[in-house]
């Protein structure tokens, strides 16, 4: 099992995800979306640091354990996919 605080901030889950989009890209995908909870700024930084675009950001949409929260979605288009 990996250590995850001994990983963190070396750009592997930034890696996995770029080329998890390439892949999706190469077999013919036009769109991807990717959703979280406004308060995971790790999420959220992620996706825009691979080139996603936040296209909304909703009040109290989703059930947590702590009530109600507000979620994120992030879109990429193919056109607009810059490689990894």
């Not at 099992?1 to 001994?6: E, I, N, T």
């Not at 889950?13 to 892949?23: D, H, Q, S």
Request: proline residues 2%; negative net charge.
């Amino acid at each position: 099992m990996v250590d995850l605080p001994a990983v963190q901030g070396q750009g592997l889950g930034t890696e996995a995800v770029r080329e998890l989009i390439a892949v999706a890209f190469e077999l013919g995908v036009r769109r991807l979306e990717a959703n979280c909870f406004a308060d995971n700024q790790a999420s959220w930084r992620l996706m825009e640091r691979v080139g996603m675009r936040r296209e909304g950001h909703f009040i109290q949409e989703s059930l947590h354990r702590d009530g109600g929260c507000d979620g994120m979605t992030y879109a990429l288009r193919a056109e607009e996919w810059g490689g990894p």
